[in-house]
């Protein structure tokens, strides 16, 4: 019922024109036209002064940085019970709003309620209650947000989903497990030296990285909650870039344990690894398709880094990239139809995206300094590393270029990014 | 999706506007929901359609929250062996040309004298420490620094140095000598490092 209601709505209700009012208070720096953009006021939550967060500016945050919304402020408070003035709406070119309020429980707790209309057809879309305390009112304002574009779009939401990045401040090297929009971080673990590609376990509770405190790479892996970690490899050489299985029971990793960089499968509980490439030269950066078949990897074997792709037990090895002499970074999307990746141009470094069906390329960003993509659980943006005007930032970008939105949070250097699992309960 | 059901779906949306809802007469019900810890974002909601009240849940302390480990000062203590400070004397770096890991000859002299010492001393431990500029992905930089690490393992094993004494390993570009982001420091950048053990 909701899906086809949803559905109904996108077809009657693509109008245009809304003007965007900027939550001034809430820095969020998001640029760029997206052709399709549903334009929905969000009406201050009633009573939202009363909370240490600022809900309603969050979930508008979101929706933005979505690049599928176009969102606008009508100017009216109203709450979840109140029926919005349609006519009034409807002047204003935008075709759903969100209502809602915050109230402030005897014993501490927040009761947070929102209703989303359609002010197309006149029509209640639903809302829903939250209980919450303070540390969770972040958490809340995303999840309304996930609700919000899942009854507009049919998608799911990946607002309420975490993100693990890296920061360094002189030798200080911190890796970070935050919101999907960068707030709200906390430290998983400081080192004196360098941590370098973190990687979310399908689960979403753990992270396997590379650490470089025992003076050479060593893979871990790390439970968020406990804080324990394990290594899962330190043979001699190096080890690094770990890759989960979607089942979460193995990971790929490169080895240099028998000469070269080459790329092995071990199980996450450690033992024997099993090599899976070989070639004379550099495999690295592998990544699992999300059926678990095959891995996409990097590799130097014809004179320059492309992307190859091996069944994941071995076997014939067939190239994917063919443009340009230096392809990096492969990630796919959850539907696997896209590869992400970083592709040199000159002397950029290009966020790319290639059509695996059709093999059509395109390149995403504006930036000259783009690293590390991963996808969104729901497949419907891109989270990178890059440089804005020097200095390293984190960016999400719509498929199709049109919406890139900065991350805030830390300030001089920030980098490895990986977008978290959808979480179940 | 069939014509009937479209139909008929239609018809429910038009009804629904047509009875309305009257003002303030939309209850919000606190129907006691499943415990949402953090990150879940589905399970126990109920799918609120137009004519459905609102459903509650619970936004409980998040289960997943992140216990810092803090790893400073856990630096292992070098061993103490009179072997670790390597040959006397002797430079302890190499330096290579953009995106090369071939040994420039005004180094031989450089790795002759480090298998010198190791052949004369079998105990000897050396770790070749591959690094490179900071462009390009820090993962195949990685690989790159390995590739240099190797090349000068190489170079020691051709003079007769037993493999068995030389671990390779790679920084990439995570361990820069100088920083900047010209030549002058990107080629201080591209080395090799002897690290006696």
Redesign the interface.
């Known amino acids: 019922?909701?899906r086809?209601?949803i559905?109904?709505f996108a077809l009657l209700g693509l109008c245009f024109g809304a003007t965007h009012t900027a939550y001034a208070e809430f820095k969020v720096e998001i640029s760029g036209v997206g052709i399709t953009q549903i334009p929905i006021g969000i009406s201050e939550f009633k009573g939202a002064d009363i909370a240490p967060q600022k809900i309603t500016q969050i979930v508008a945050a979101d929706l933005e940085r979505s690049g599928q919304f176009k969102t606008s402020n009508p100017g009216t408070s109203i709450d979840?019970?109140?029926?919005p003035d349609f006519a009034t709406l409807k002047s204003k070119n935008i075709d759903g709003l969100l209502t809602g309020s915050v109230n402030r429980l005897a014993d501490g707790r927040y009761d947070i309620?929102y209703?989303l209309w359609?002010t197309v057809?006149?029509?209640?879309?639903?809302?829903?209650?939250?209980?919450?305390?303070t540390?969770?009112l972040r958490?809340?304002a995303h999840?309304i947000a996930?609700?919000i574009y899942e009854k507009m779009t049919g998608d799911?939401?990946i607002f309420?989903?975490?993100i693990t990045y890296i920061t360094q401040h002189a030798n200080?090297h911190m890796l970070w497990?935050s919101d999907a929009d960068g707030e709200n971080a906390?430290?998983?673990?400081?080192?004196?030296e360098?941590i370098?590609?973190p990687s979310w376990s399908p689960n979403?509770?753990e992270l396997a990285y590379?650490?470089?405190?025992?003076?050479?790479?060593v893979v871990y892996i790390?439970d968020?909650?406990?804080?324990k970690?394990r290594v899962l490899a330190n043979f001699?050489?190096?080890n690094?870039?770990p890759a989960w299985s979607p089942d979460g029971k193995s990971l790929a990793v490169?080895l240099?344990k028998e000469?070269?960089?080459q790329i092995f499968i071990i199980d996450a509980k450690g033992g024997d690894p099993r090599r899976i490439t070989q070639s004379g030269g550099?495999d690295?950066?592998p990544v699992f398709t999300s059926d678990g078949s095959a891995i996409y990897f990097?590799s130097d074997r014809g004179g320059s880094?492309q992307i190859y792709r091996i069944p994941s037990f071995g076997g014939p090895v067939q190239r994917v990239t063919f443009n340009g002499t230096?392809n990096?970074?492969p990630t796919l999307s959850p539907d696997g139809k896209w590869m992400a990746y970083?592709s040199?141009a000159g002397n950029s470094?290009k966020l790319s995206l290639m059509d695996l069906v059709t093999d059509k390329v395109t390149t995403l960003t504006e930036t000259t300094h783009d690293?590390?993509p991963s996808f969104a659980p729901n497949g419907k943006l891109i989270l990178y590393a890059t440089k804005v005007q020097g200095k390293e930032a984190l960016m999400t970008t719509t498929l199709d270029g049109k919406i890139s939105a900065k991350l805030s949070g830390q300030t001089s250097t920030i980098?490895?990014p990986h977008w978290g699992p959808?979480?179940?309960? | 999706m069939n014509k009937t059901f479209i139909s008929l779906l239609l018809a429910l949306l038009l009804t629904a506007c047509a009875s309305g809802v009257k003002l303030n007469e939309v209850p919000v019900v606190d129907k006691k929901g499943s415990d949402v810890s953090s990150g879940t974002s589905g399970s126990g909601m109920s799918e609120i359609s137009s004519s459905d009240s609102s459903s509650s849940q619970q936004v409980q302390q998040p289960k997943s929250s992140v216990e810092p480990v803090n790893s400073l000062g856990n630096d292992k203590a070098s061993n103490q062996d009179n072997l670790s400070a390597g040959p006397a004397n002797v430079e302890k770096i190499v330096y290579f040309d953009y995106d090369s890991y071939t040994i420039k000859p005004e180094f031989q002299s450089t790795i002759e004298a480090h298998a010198q010492f190791l052949k004369a001393n079998n105990r000897a431990k050396l770790s070749l420490e591959g690094h490179t500029d900071e462009r390009g992905g820090r993962e195949y930089n990685l690989a790159l620094g390995q590739k240099r690490a190797d090349a000068v393992r190489q170079g020691l094993t051709l003079l007769g140095v037993n493999a068995a004494q030389v671990e390779t390993v790679s920084f990439g570009e995570e361990k820069p000598a100088m920083q900047g982001n010209d030549e002058s420091a990107f080629s201080k950048n591209r080395r090799a490092e002897f690290f006696y053990k």
């Open positions: 019922m909701t086809l209601v559905a109904l979840e019970n109140t029926r309620r209703r359609d057809r006149n029509q209640d879309l639903g809302g829903q209650s939250f209980i919450a305390f540390p969770d958490l809340v999840r996930d609700q799911k939401g309420s989903t975490r200080r497990v906390q430290a998983a673990l400081t080192s004196p360098p370098i590609s979403g509770n590379v650490s470089f405190e025992g003076r050479k790479p790390h968020v909650s406990t804080g970690r001699r050489g190096s690094s870039a490169t240099t000469g070269g960089s550099i690295t950066e990097v880094p230096y990096i970074s970083i040199r470094f690293e590390k980098r490895e959808f979480l179940k309960p």
